[in-house]
């Protein structure tokens, strides 16, 4: 059975750092690319972080640029992103997608950024 569960969220204050993870299971990841996308209220799910299969290229929103940064371990077929410097504008529900010959999208995990 193929999932992707992310992990990590939760609410921090602004100024502060979380780290998401999303896990792989039923395939691997190794020739996908894995990108991180968020939802807010209201708003159209939008990508926030790219990385290629061999992780070697990697693109972000530019309104994350310089605050997060993605990662991935093929052989534990994990993709991460590292948030740092959050702010009140970054929380969303944050979902975990690969990409190849087939689209794969996780549940998603809250992130919330308040005082």
């Known amino acids: 059975q193929v999932q992707l569960v992310e992990s990590g969220g939760g609410l921090v204050q602004p100024g502060g750092s979380l780290r998401l993870s999303c896990q792989a299971s039923g395939f691997s990841i190794s020739t996908y690319s894995m990108s991180w996308y968020r939802q807010a209220p209201g708003k159209e799910r939008e990508p926030v972080a790219y990385?290629?299969?061999?992780?070697?290229?990697?693109n972000y929103a530019t309104s994350v640029k310089g605050r997060f940064t993605i990662s991935r371990d093929n052989d534990r077929n994990t993709v991460s992103l590292q948030m740092n410097n959050l702010e009140p504008e970054d929380t969303a529900v944050y979902f975990c997608?690969?990409?190849?010959?087939?689209?794969?999208w996780g549940q998603g995990t809250q992130v919330t950024v308040s005082s």
């Open positions: 997608n690969a990409r190849w010959s087939e689209v794969f």
């Open positions: 990385i290629s299969d061999r992780g070697d290229i990697t």
